[in-house]
């Protein structure tokens, strides 16, 4: 079992910056991704971005640019920095883990990010 807990949401004006922090109940060194989506009213689950164990990166192309994800191994955290932010970014954003062994996805309560024009 792995809990994830978000943090870091809130509401800001277009372009600026908000950084989202999810806080992992195990060492995130045992799961091979961890990673952000988001959900607009009304759309589906999208992925924002990746970070597999061995580091590489993988974003969406609507936040390529903008959006930097990274981890802290010591301290169990993964980041989604977002630069740049635009009306078109406000969602509800979660927190995924991943381990390729186990059939469950593990997810966050999400923290809502509103981007004001």
């Known amino acids: 079992q792995v809990q994830l807990v978000e943090s870091g949401g809130g509401l800001v004006q277009a372009g600026g910056s908000l950084r989202l922090s999810c806080a992992a109940s195990i060492s995130i060194l045992r799961l091979n991704a961890m990673g952000w989506y988001r959900q607009a009213p009304g759309k589906q689950r999208e992925l924002v971005a990746v970070?597999?164990?061995?580091?590489?990166?993988n974003y969406a192309d609507s936040v390529k640019g903008r959006f930097t994800i990274s981890r802290d191994n010591a301290l169990n955290m993964v980041y989604l920095q977002m630069n740049s932010l635009k009306p078109e970014d406000t969602a509800v954003y979660y927190c995924n883990a991943h381990r390729d062994w186990d059939p469950r996805d593990y997810w966050g309560q999400g923290t809502q990010v509103t981007v004001s024009s």
């Open positions: 970070i597999i164990s061995g580091g590489r990166t």
